[in-house]
């Protein structure tokens, strides 16, 4: 789970900064100025740092992390649309591995 957030992170973030350079372009390029590419690469990296801080809560705690990891995933993905493919699917299996896991047991000498 620790290194599927983290990967999807450090993957949208790559693609986060693609969007932004495109959107930058497209400010520049765009008659009246304006451009939704700008504030969506924007969205996007948000949502892969909230992915990074989810990644290093995992041990803490996992059901938090999934969730965020899920929300960051589908949040990234509808937000920069294609570019953020890949690290939506990654954050979206490592979420629901966060959500859907089990709690490690310790056995303990009386237990035996």
């Given at each position: ?43 996007g990296l948000i949502f ?16 938090l992390a999934g969730w965020l990891m899920l ?42």
């Amino acid at each position: 789970m620790f290194a599927m957030g983290l990967t999807g992170g450090i993957f949208g973030i790559v693609c986060s900064v693609v969007a932004l350079i495109t959107g930058v372009f497209a400010v520049v390029l765009s008659p009246d100025g304006t451009s939704g590419v700008w504030t969506a690469g924007l969205m996007g990296l948000i949502f892969s740092i909230l992915a990074i801080v989810s990644a290093a809560m995992c041990k803490a705690k996992p059901r938090l992390a999934g969730w965020l990891m899920l929300v960051s995933g589908i949040g990234g993905f509808f937000s920069v649309l294609i570019l953020y493919l890949l690290p939506g699917i990654l954050l979206v299996i490592g979420g629901f591995m966060g959500i859907l896991g089990k709690k490690k047991s310790v056995i303990t000498m009386e237990q035996i």
